[in-house]
């Protein structure tokens, strides 16, 4: 982590989860903060916890789904910083039910598909263009085993119709902009995608699931996840990992 000290990261879903706990690890390794959410009183309240590490926090209002609230964000880190050197798409949503209950109002989907791929590809597109003239750049995307499982295991029953579609697209677009960026001859931006399992977040409140869910399960912790993305961050520059997928033991999915 020594290369990215001092350097400039932005973490989109900072104000909860797994987004807090990659800002607070990013900034424990000396690195500054950019951290994007729409609560920016709880991305403030984080910088104030972790005011003592060497790298600071700064909290950003954005709101992935609105690309000119997205524009408006990285303008202020362009500004600020003169570029960016992470990125961490982190910010998703997860709204359970199927394609076809006709009960589900239209904004289930078009929420998940803006805030977990359109949102994702936007900011991708602008950290990317801040990210030309640095030395080197990581771009992350927090993705989800659902975006690497086939129909057949992910059944109507566990309501991950929806988001399951969008993290699948999550990992086409992850290989996707690898690939693109190889055939550009660019080998000092590197891209990759972390699909965590089963994982103790907020997020599932969001999706009315129920806050007793836990109790049935192992499962990972955001700072579990915040350990793969510093994991990802060491490794030398001409060791492209393009996805890293973690598990809590015994998970049976």
Not at 104 to 126: A, H, Q
């Amino acid at each position: 982590m020594e290369n990215w000290r001092g350097k400039v990261a932005v973490v989109t879903g900072s104000s909860a989860g797994i987004g807090a706990a990659i800002c607070e690890a990013l900034a424990r390794h000396g690195v500054h903060v950019v951290g994007m959410a729409r609560r920016t009183d709880r991305t403030a309240a984080l910088a104030e916890k972790c005011k003592s590490f060497p790298g600071k926090i700064h909290a950003v209002e954005c709101d992935v789904t609105s690309s000119e609230s997205i524009n408006k964000a990285f303008d202020w880190v362009s500004k600020k910083f003169g570029g960016v050197d992470i990125l961490v798409n982190n910010a998703g949503t997860y709204r359970k039910g199927n394609f076809l209950d006709l009960e589900i109002p239209d904004e289930k989907f078009t929420l998940t598909f803006e805030t977990n791929v359109t949102g994702l590809l936007l900011c991708t597109r602008r950290a990317y263009k801040l990210m030309l003239n640095r030395p080197m750049g990581y771009i992350i995307n927090i993705n989800s085993v659902a975006g690497h499982m086939s129909a057949n295991a992910l059944p109507p029953t566990f309501g991950l119709n929806i988001y399951g579609a969008s993290k699948h697209a999550v990992t086409q677009i992850t290989e996707v902009v690898r690939m693109e960026l190889a055939s550009m001859g660019n080998h000092k931006i590197r891209i990759s995608s972390v699909s965590p399992g089963a994982i103790e977040t907020e997020i599932h409140l969001a999706a009315e699931i129920g806050e007793n869910i836990w109790e049935k399960m192992q499962v990972l912790q955001p700072s579990d996840v915040a350990d793969q993305c510093i994991y990802l961050l060491s490794t030398k520059p001409n060791v492209h990992v393009s996805e890293l997928t973690i598990k809590p033991a015994g998970e049976k999915f």
